[in-house]
């Protein structure tokens, strides 16, 4: 299996700030990286995929990069509605894994 | 946009089977563009992928739930389900139904459903 991990777990930030999340794979997944929100009691909402490609009615503030092993997701000019739970995943490999998730949360 | 819910019994006993239905909206089921999926998150944690199934009927499953995962679609309800056996508390976790998208290099879960708990327990 490919494991994913991020880093940080966990981080504490104003609105406003500028926060970058970095997810690593154990072995290349080429562009085959999405970015989720998660929100608790609901389920993920896909922002990114294929590395930087925003999903339709994202914010503009959310982006991707990245490609084989490293990624990031950068939130700039981070609102209320943001504070969450992001996850990466992977899809290039079977089984389709998971990271560990982010948790944004307010300073 | 695709809607998905799922249902199925809340509470399993340990050693007995889980059942949850999925049902979907459209007519996107008979697409060749999406895989139906499962995947759970055990309380407080992250996500586990646990298979799909193609709308030919192939399916492909999570080597570490050990063979106890069915996923069979009953396309004249636009339903997909999913059967786990031999159930234990570790499988104590809200399960959602999923569409992963699987168009030339796209691979991304698209849609999901709210997700039920499952809990394990006598």
């Known amino acids: 299996d490919i494991q994913m991990t991020q880093s940080p777990s966990s981080v504490s930030a104003s609105v406003g700030d500028r926060v970058e999340i970095t997810c690593r794979a154990s072995?290349?997944?080429?562009?085959?990286l999405a970015w989720y929100q998660q929100k608790p009691g609901t389920p993920p909402k896909l922002l990114i995929y294929l590395s930087s490609t925003l999903q339709s009615g994202v914010p503009t503030r959310f982006s991707g990069s990245g490609s084989g092993t490293e990624f990031t997701l950068t939130i700039s000019g981070l609102q209320l509605e943001d504070f969450a739970t992001y996850y990466c995943?992977?899809?290039?490999?079977?089984?389709?894994?998971f990271g560990p998730g982010t948790k944004v949360d307010l300073k | 946009q695709v809607q998905l819910q799922e249902s199925g019994p809340a509470l399993v006993k340990p050693s007995e089977t889980l059942s949850l239905s999925c049902t979907v909206s459209d007519d996107s089921i008979d697409s060749a563009s999406y895989y139906w999926t499962w995947i759970r998150q055990h309380p407080g944690k992250g996500l586990e992928w646990l298979g799909y199934?193609?709308?030919?009927?192939?399916?492909y499953y999570n080597p570490s739930l050990r063979g106890r995962a069915t996923i069979l679609f009953d396309r004249s309800k636009k339903e997909f389900s999913l059967k786990l056996t031999s159930v234990t508390a570790a499988d104590t976790a809200v399960y959602y139904c999923a569409r992963e998208i699987v168009v030339d290099v796209l691979y991304y879960f698209d849609s999901w459903s709210q997700g039920t708990l499952v809990t394990v327990s006598s």
């Open positions: 199934i193609y709308h030919t009927g192939s399916t």
């Open positions: 072995q290349t997944v080429g562009s085959r």
């Open positions: 995943q992977q899809g290039n490999t079977f089984p389709k894994t």
